[in-house]
Structure formats: structure tokens, C-alpha cells
């Protein structure tokens, strides 16, 4: 296989991404524009990030949704683990079909159809809506989510070293803290990060699912959105691009370095007794 | 032996936790809302009746449901169109999600080795930017004045400002922009494992690149076509956001049907039955995405 681009491979490469960044591009430059006109570039400013910061309503709403994204992220990527554990590892049990039906299903599902079963849900329960409600419908979707990025580590995941660890006496739940957790440990924080990702970006189900007193930032911006475009809304989304860029670039820099440092030791385990 | 027992009983913990978590929030729901759109609308909270209480008892409770809501929205063109123009627009998005998503994707399978992971990286990156912020880009670059009219001008092509924002083509474009990655991705796994001897094979024999490719690469592709399509075209039926926001009040689809019954008018159980019909559109297609995954995942062990 020849080891460059051929013309065509570059040039469908190069519109693809350039179809993909340039609108994002133009948002985070225009959220610089001194003009008050979103299209027309009137020199150099940061004062529409000063203004966000002048700005309650607006952080009082992030702060909500960092704690709902912190919250359901944690617990989203346990029951995601579990539920990984019993898909790649438990093999057959009664209702197997059924649970990875509700693992599959609400990747694909219409978010209004989530946001409003839950919604209802909760008025049937007598559950009073805000936080707790946001926090919960996002541990429901996002824990699909991040069953599915561990299941992908765990089915390429060498079992033997488990069997060592347990013929060596560990018991099961020594064997999965002490060996199957820190091997898997990349796709954990992978599955966390999306989890949270996902949270922060939720705009229809946290409407739904929302009551008094609990407005998320996309909720705050999508109000915002729909009576036009402003400089202040530019500036608010490349601070979450920034953050979200910097978040999904740091972590994809530790699992590129704990792969490495694992092909290194297995290298030299080889090494050591070949 | 104790020791054979407790794996055993260990095995159900972990099961146990996911499986009533999805119970409880992911299937129980459905019941309700199918049970809601049997109901009618209510000035009381909750807005719809009837609501079960055990004095009345279970047998007044269920001859209080009916299906006026479901006649309703058959006997109601607005809503049949709904349905048939979400499943239109759904359809050409996801054939154009695949045409734009196919090149980038072989391109992005023949590129050097060592260039993949970052190319694999750039694609995912917008797809973990917020969705509500990249449909907010496009409002900036559609709208009459524009970007894209802005540029167009400059160039001399148009002189006349476009008039994109607020159509169907508005929303075909934040389909195929929001949903690229979904299709790219499945499309590359496919494409990346087709091994090049194929296709030197294909050539030693007298095949021509194009021929090779549609006899060879696209067929072998197959799999990561379908479950990108699948991928794409589900999401979008029941799509709001795109719709709300850059098809105006010109496009009508089922999402944003439900959400105004639900926000604006306040009725629950319509906008309960709305959801019910649009997962029975939409079942056939979920089950075979399921089912795909399931064997995908049977297959990668």
C-alpha cells in the first residue's frame, strides 16, 4: 500500500473537514468582533466574554448544568461498566435480549420520545421536577452511552491475566479492582468524559424533564438562539468548544500514552522470557 | 463449595444495577406514555384525566381511556403530513449524509498509516461539541445576510441575497452536518478492513479502479453502510432542533409537531399518542439496528 495521499483521497479529505470546521471556525472568530453585527468584522474585542460575566442568569444556569453533568456523568459511567461487564462477560441470562435491547435502543431513540416518557414518568411517581429529575433522565441516556464505549475495551481485553490473578487466590472482586480496572481504566474515564459531554449538550430531554428553579446552559442559550444571533451567544459557545476541545484532546493524549506504555511492558515481558 | 456459589451470586449484583436502572426509566416510561395517550386533556395538574386512584378502582379507571386521540390525529391531515414529510426528510438527508460521508470516509481509510488516528480524532471532535451550538453556526452563515451570501456576493456568483434560512434545504444541510460523524465512522470500520490485496487482486486481473470498486470495496463496505444509515436516519425522524431552528415555520416534521402540543398547547396526552405512532414508525428500523449491533458484537468476540 503506497504510504501517501493520492489526489482524490486528499481532496475528499480536505472538503470534508473544511465542510466540518469552517462554521465552527467562523463562530469562535466572530465571538472576537468588537461589532455588535454578527456578520460584519469590526476589529479585535474580548468585551462580549466581559459581558458574560456580568451576566447572573447565565451563571447561574452553567453552574447548574456542571453540577447535573458532574453528578450524572459518575453515575452513568458506573451502571455503564456494569452494564458492559454483563454484555461482554456474563454470557446468557434470563432477559439477556431484553437488557441489551434498553442498551441499544436509546442510542437511536428520537430525544423528544426519551425526554417525554420521562417526564411522565416522573409526574406518575409524584416526583418533584428540577435538578433531580435533569440529573436522573441524563444518567438514563448517557449510561447507554458509556456501556457501550467499556464494552469495546472489554471485548478486546486479555482475559488470561484475569485468570492468573484468580488462580492465584484474588477473589473476583480483588481480581476486577486490582487487573480489569486499571487495564480498562482509559475507556472508564473515555466513558465519563462522554457521559458528561453528552450532559452538557442535552437540550431536549432537559426541557422535558426540567421544573422550577433548573435551567441548563443549553436551555439558557436555545432561549437566546431563538430570537436571533448574538455576539454574547458566539462568545458562550467557544468557551464550551474550548473546554470540550481541550477535555477530549487531553484524554485522547493518557489513552495514547497508557496504550503505548502497555505495548512497552508487554514488549518486554516478551522480551524477558524469549 | 462456597467458592463456586459466589461468582454465581456475584454474576446477579452486577447484572442487577443496570438491568432495574433501565427497567425502571427506559421501559416502565413507555407503558406510561402509551397509557397517557389512551387519556384526554385536563385544566388540572397533572393536565389530562383520568388519573388512577385506588378509591375509584381499576375498572372505572381503564373505561375512562379511549382512543380519541389516535382518530384525532388520523383524521387530521397536519398531522399525517407530519409523518410522511419527517420520513422524506429523514430519507434524502440520510442518502446525502452518505454521499458526502463515503469519500471522506475511503479517503480517511487509504490515508497513511500513521495519519489515521488523527483523522479518526478530527472527525469525532465536532461530533462531541454541543449539537445546539453547531445548528447555532449555521443560523449565522444561511441567514439572507449571511456568510454564505456574503461570500457568494464577494465572488460575483450571486446578487441576489440567498434565501436558505427557514426551507427544507436549511435542514437537509444541519442533518448532514449534525449527523457526519454518526455515518463516517461505521463507513470507515468497514472500509479500513478491506484488505488492499483485494484490490490489487481485482487489478491483476484486469479490473479497471472504477470497476474494482463497485465490485469489490463498495459491496465489502456494505455493513458499515447500512449501520450508518441507520445510524442517521433514526435520530432524524424524530428530530426538533434542526427543524426549529433552521426550517421555520415551513417545515413541518413530527418532533417539533410533539413539542408544541406538549409546550405550547399543553396537551399531554396527544402529544403522548404523537410519540406512540412515531416509535411504531420507527420500530422496525430500532429492532434491526439492535439486532445488527448484537450480532456485530456476537462476531467480535
Same mark, same amino acid.
Given at each position: 500500500m503506497k504510504e501517501r495521499f493520492s489526489w482524490f483521497n486528499l481532496t475528499s479529505i480536505t472538503f470534508g473537514f473544511a465542510f466540518l470546521y469552517i462554521p465552527i471556525l467562523l463562530l469562535v472568530i466572530y465571538s472576537f468582533n468588537e461589532s455588535k453585527l454578527v456578520t460584519v468584522w469590526g476589529g479585535w474585542s474580548t468585551k462580549w466574554y466581559s459581558a458574560l460575566l456580568e451576566n447572573q442568569a447565565l451563571k447561574d444556569a452553567a453552574w447548574v448544568t456542571i453540577r447535573v453533568g458532574i453528578l450524572s456523568a459518575t453515575i452513568a459511567t458506573v451502571l455503564g461498566t456494569l452494564a458492559a461487564i454483563t454484555l461482554v462477560r456474563l454470557g446468557r441470562f434470563p432477559g439477556r435480549t431484553l437488557f441489551s435491547g434498553m442498551i441499544f435502543a436509546p442510542l437511536v431513540m428520537p430525544e423528544v420520545i #426519551?425526554?417525554?416518557?420521562?417526564?411522565?414518568?416522573?409526574? @406518575?411517581i409524584g416526583f418533584d421536577r428540577g435538578f433531580w429529575t435533569i440529573t436522573? @433522565?441524563?444518567?438514563t441516556f448517557t449510561m447507554c452511552y458509556a456501556a457501550i464505549v467499556v464494552q469495546a475495551r472489554l471485548q478486546d481485553f486479555d482475559r488470561s491475566v484475569e485468570e492468573a490473578a484468580m488462580d492465584l487466590g484474588a477473589t473476583p472482586i480483588n481480581t476486577f479492582f486490582q487487573v480489569t480496572l486499571p487495564i480498562i481504566a482509559p475507556s472508564v474515564i473515555s466513558a465519563w468524559l462522554l457521559s458528561f459531554t453528552l450532559s452538557l449538550d442535552d437540550l431536549v430531554i432537559a426541557s422535558f424533564t426540567t421544573g422550577p428553579g433548573a435551567t441548563t446552559l443549553p436551555m439558557k442559550i436555545y432561549s437566546q438562539v431563538r430570537l436571533g444571533v448574538t455576539p454574547e451567544i458566539n462568545a458562550i459557545s467557544t468557551i464550551l468548544i474550548g473546554v470540550v476541545t481541550i477535555g477530549v484532546l487531553t484524554a485522547a493524549y493518557f489513552t495514547k500514552r497508557? #496504550?503505548?506504555?502497555?505495548?512497552?511492558?508487554?514488549?518486554? $515481558?516478551?522480551? $524477558?522470557t524469549g | 463449595m462456597s467458592r463456586s456459589h459466589s461468582p454465581d451470586l456475584g454474576r446477579w449484583y452486577v447484572i442487577a444495577a443496570p438491568y432495574f436502572w433501565l427497567f425502571l426509566f427506559f421501559l416502565v416510561p413507555f407503558f406510561i406514555v402509551f397509557k397517557l395517550s389512551l387519556s384526554d386533556v385536563a385544566t388540572s395538574i397533572p393536565p389530562y384525566t383520568p388519573t388512577f386512584s385506588w378509591s375509584t378502582g381499576i375498572g372505572d379507571f381503564l373505561s375512562k381511556l379511549d382512543i380519541e386521540n389516535y382518530a384525532f390525529i388520523f383524521s387530521d391531515p397536519l398531522y399525517v403530513n407530519a409523518y410522511l414529510s419527517s420520513l422524506k426528510i429523514a430519507t434524502v438527508s440520510t442518502v446525502l449524509t452518505l454521499l458526502v460521508a463515503?469519500?471522506?470516509?475511503y479517503g480517511m481509510a487509504r490515508a497513511p498509516k500513521g495519519w489515521q488516528p488523527t483523522l479518526m480524532m478530527l472527525v469525532i471532535l465536532p461530533f462531541w461539541t454541543s449539537f445546539l451550538i453547531r445548528i447555532y453556526a449555521? !443560523?449565522? !452563515?444561511?441567514?439572507?445576510?449571511?456568510?454564505?451570501?456574503l461570500f457568494l456576493m464577494k465572488l460575483g456568483l450571486i446578487s441576489e441575497p440567498l434565501q436558505i434560512m427557514n426551507t427544507t434545504t436549511a435542514v437537509y444541510i444541519g442533518i448532514v452536518y449534525s449527523y457526519l460523524p454518526f455515518m463516517i465512522l461505521p463507513l470507515y470500520a468497514s472500509l479500513e478492513k478491506i484488505s488492499p490485496t483485494l484490490l490489487e487482486a481485482a487489478e491483476d486481473l484486469g479490473s479497471r479502479p472504477w470497476r474494482a470498486f463497485w465490485q469489490v470495496t463498495f459491496p465489502l463496505s456494505l455493513p458499515g453502510v447500512f449501520a450508518g444509515c441507520l445510524l442517521v436516519f433514526i435520530p432524524a425522524v424524530g428530530e426538533f432542533v434542526i427543524p426549529d431552528l433552521l426550517g421555520g415555520s415551513e417545515t413541518l416534521m413530527i418532533g417539533k409537531t410533539l413539542w408544541t402540543e406538549f409546550f405550547n398547547n399543553r396537551d399531554w396526552p396527544l402529544a403522548s399518542a404523537v410519540a406512540v405512532i412515531l416509535l411504531l414508525v420507527l420500530i422496525v428500523p430500532i429492532v434491526v439496528f439492535q439486532r445488527q449491533q448484537q450480532i456485530e458484537r456476537e462476531a467480535g468476540r
Amino acid at each position: 500500500m503506497k504510504e501517501r495521499f493520492s489526489w482524490f483521497n486528499l481532496t475528499s479529505i480536505t472538503f470534508g473537514f473544511a465542510f466540518l470546521y469552517i462554521p465552527i471556525l467562523l463562530l469562535v472568530i466572530y465571538s472576537f468582533n468588537e461589532s455588535k453585527l454578527v456578520t460584519v468584522w469590526g476589529g479585535w474585542s474580548t468585551k462580549w466574554y466581559s459581558a458574560l460575566l456580568e451576566n447572573q442568569a447565565l451563571k447561574d444556569a452553567a453552574w447548574v448544568t456542571i453540577r447535573v453533568g458532574i453528578l450524572s456523568a459518575t453515575i452513568a459511567t458506573v451502571l455503564g461498566t456494569l452494564a458492559a461487564i454483563t454484555l461482554v462477560r456474563l454470557g446468557r441470562f434470563p432477559g439477556r435480549t431484553l437488557f441489551s435491547g434498553m442498551i441499544f435502543a436509546p442510542l437511536v431513540m428520537p430525544e423528544v420520545i #426519551t425526554g417525554l416518557s420521562l417526564l411522565l414518568l416522573f409526574v @406518575a411517581i409524584g416526583f418533584d421536577r428540577g435538578f433531580w429529575t435533569i440529573t436522573l @433522565a441524563h444518567i438514563t441516556f448517557t449510561m447507554c452511552y458509556a456501556a457501550i464505549v467499556v464494552q469495546a475495551r472489554l471485548q478486546d481485553f486479555d482475559r488470561s491475566v484475569e485468570e492468573a490473578a484468580m488462580d492465584l487466590g484474588a477473589t473476583p472482586i480483588n481480581t476486577f479492582f486490582q487487573v480489569t480496572l486499571p487495564i480498562i481504566a482509559p475507556s472508564v474515564i473515555s466513558a465519563w468524559l462522554l457521559s458528561f459531554t453528552l450532559s452538557l449538550d442535552d437540550l431536549v430531554i432537559a426541557s422535558f424533564t426540567t421544573g422550577p428553579g433548573a435551567t441548563t446552559l443549553p436551555m439558557k442559550i436555545y432561549s437566546q438562539v431563538r430570537l436571533g444571533v448574538t455576539p454574547e451567544i458566539n462568545a458562550i459557545s467557544t468557551i464550551l468548544i474550548g473546554v470540550v476541545t481541550i477535555g477530549v484532546l487531553t484524554a485522547a493524549y493518557f489513552t495514547k500514552r497508557q #496504550t503505548e506504555r502497555q505495548e512497552l511492558e508487554r514488549r518486554r $515481558a516478551f522480551g $524477558a522470557t524469549g | 463449595m462456597s467458592r463456586s456459589h459466589s461468582p454465581d451470586l456475584g454474576r446477579w449484583y452486577v447484572i442487577a444495577a443496570p438491568y432495574f436502572w433501565l427497567f425502571l426509566f427506559f421501559l416502565v416510561p413507555f407503558f406510561i406514555v402509551f397509557k397517557l395517550s389512551l387519556s384526554d386533556v385536563a385544566t388540572s395538574i397533572p393536565p389530562y384525566t383520568p388519573t388512577f386512584s385506588w378509591s375509584t378502582g381499576i375498572g372505572d379507571f381503564l373505561s375512562k381511556l379511549d382512543i380519541e386521540n389516535y382518530a384525532f390525529i388520523f383524521s387530521d391531515p397536519l398531522y399525517v403530513n407530519a409523518y410522511l414529510s419527517s420520513l422524506k426528510i429523514a430519507t434524502v438527508s440520510t442518502v446525502l449524509t452518505l454521499l458526502v460521508a463515503y469519500p471522506m470516509a475511503y479517503g480517511m481509510a487509504r490515508a497513511p498509516k500513521g495519519w489515521q488516528p488523527t483523522l479518526m480524532m478530527l472527525v469525532i471532535l465536532p461530533f462531541w461539541t454541543s449539537f445546539l451550538i453547531r445548528i447555532y453556526a449555521w !443560523i449565522g !452563515i444561511l441567514k439572507p445576510e449571511g456568510f454564505l451570501t456574503l461570500f457568494l456576493m464577494k465572488l460575483g456568483l450571486i446578487s441576489e441575497p440567498l434565501q436558505i434560512m427557514n426551507t427544507t434545504t436549511a435542514v437537509y444541510i444541519g442533518i448532514v452536518y449534525s449527523y457526519l460523524p454518526f455515518m463516517i465512522l461505521p463507513l470507515y470500520a468497514s472500509l479500513e478492513k478491506i484488505s488492499p490485496t483485494l484490490l490489487e487482486a481485482a487489478e491483476d486481473l484486469g479490473s479497471r479502479p472504477w470497476r474494482a470498486f463497485w465490485q469489490v470495496t463498495f459491496p465489502l463496505s456494505l455493513p458499515g453502510v447500512f449501520a450508518g444509515c441507520l445510524l442517521v436516519f433514526i435520530p432524524a425522524v424524530g428530530e426538533f432542533v434542526i427543524p426549529d431552528l433552521l426550517g421555520g415555520s415551513e417545515t413541518l416534521m413530527i418532533g417539533k409537531t410533539l413539542w408544541t402540543e406538549f409546550f405550547n398547547n399543553r396537551d399531554w396526552p396527544l402529544a403522548s399518542a404523537v410519540a406512540v405512532i412515531l416509535l411504531l414508525v420507527l420500530i422496525v428500523p430500532i429492532v434491526v439496528f439492535q439486532r445488527q449491533q448484537q450480532i456485530e458484537r456476537e462476531a467480535g468476540r
